[in-house]
């Protein structure tokens, strides 16, 4: 197991910015920018980002890899508030939204692949007045698949014996909360990103990295809640989840699900370590280096958790 991120700064690939300024703009009227990541032959280019930028948002910011630098340069020079972050080498999502909301100039950021568009053109200076307000880890939007069906996009906890398990529903009510951002897209606090340590750079399964990010938000605290105002629609087919019980689950499972909360802080018990190795069918040393890594990492973060797993279902509402 690699040792597992502390920090947002823990890992920071080589990255070229072109466009856009530093220097950070008001953000009375417009608290919320825009982190484009992109997937596809899609990209976002000058019609689409104007389109955003008249809805009311901040400021744009759009991952790039292999991309086109002279076209970058030349819709950017157009463009004051939006700036370009070309990777250097391919990386997983959760790296690319880490640099990005790094970079991000606003409070908040709002994480769109390129084949996702905002159904409304507008957004209204009440919503962005109640991002302030809430002011929650992240806002998960209502998504529409290219049909204009909803999609079952908010995720409960469930207990069923000592099994852990996710349900994925269809959004009832604003407000409602969510285990994590469905497909990382949402409005992320940015404060309250960089103090979780953001995204997991080292899960490249795309699932359990969010799971991972979703677990330690509400095990440290935090809230992620539906927001129905803000509506989103895919263009095109939606991306399907692999849930293998890989190795990345196995770090999924000792940093969220192994901790135990007791008093005000919490740990892992060593009680824990055959289990572990049983389900993860590794050799004893490798097992004893990962649950070591994940004891040191819980340690390090213990006061943070302010519950552990098993009181996770019980902040739901029950299920109808």
């Known amino acids: ?52 930028l008249k809805a009311g948002f901040h400021s744009i910011v759009s991952i790039e890899t292999g991309a ?10 157009r463009t004051p508030a939006l700036r370009y972050i070309c990777m250097h080498e391919e990386h997983n999502p959760g790296i690319c939204i880490n640099i990005g909301i790094r970079e991000s100039l606003a409070p908040y950021v709002l994480v769109l692949w390129n084949d996702m568009r905002l159904a409304s053109s507008a957004l209204s200076s009440r919503f962005f ?21 909803v999609v079952p996009s908010v995720t409960h906890p469930a207990q069923s014996g000592k099994a852990f398990r996710v349900v994925q529903l269809n959004p009832l009510k604003d407000g409602e909360k969510s285990l994590f951002p469905f497909d990382y ?19 490249q399964n795309p699932y359990w990295q969010k799971l991972d990010f979703g677990l330690r938000c509400w095990l440290w605290g935090e809230t992620i809640s539906h927001v129905q105002a803000l509506k989103i629609k895919f263009e095109g087919s939606l991306a399907v989840e692999d849930h293998s019980y890989d190795e990345d689950y196995d770090k999924f499972w ?7 909360y007791r008093g005000d802080s919490a740990y892992i018990p060593l009680s824990k370590f055959f289990g572990y190795m049983w389900s ?23 006061y943070r958790f302010k519950a552990d797993a098993s009181c996770l279902a019980g902040l739901w509402d029950p299920m109808p």
């Not at 404060?191 to 953001?198: A, H, Q, R, S, V």
């Open 280 to 302: 993860s069918k590794k050799h004893l040393s490798a097992s004893v280096m990962d649950f070591s890594a994940a004891r040191n990492w819980v340690k390090a973060c213990s």
């Open 68 to 77: 086109d630098t002279p076209e970058l340069e030349a819709i950017a020079s």
């Open 254 to 260: 000792l940093k969220n699900l192994a901790p135990v």
């Open 185 to 203: 897209s949402g409005i992320y606090s940015r404060e309250k990103f960089i103090m979780l340590g953001g995204y997991d750079w080292t899960l």
């Open 1 to 52: 197991m690699n040792t597992i991120p502390l920090t947002l700064d823990s890992y920071r690939p080589t990255y070229t910015v072109i466009g856009g300024s530093r220097i950070a703009q008001s953000t009375e009227h417009h608290p919320v920018s825009i982190l484009l990541i992109n997937r596809g032959p899609r990209p976002y280019r000058s019609a689409a980002i104007t389109e955003l």
């Open 129 to 149: 007045e109640r991002v302030l307000e809430l002011d929650h880890a992240c806002l998960a939007p209502m998504f529409f698949d290219s049909d204009g069906a």
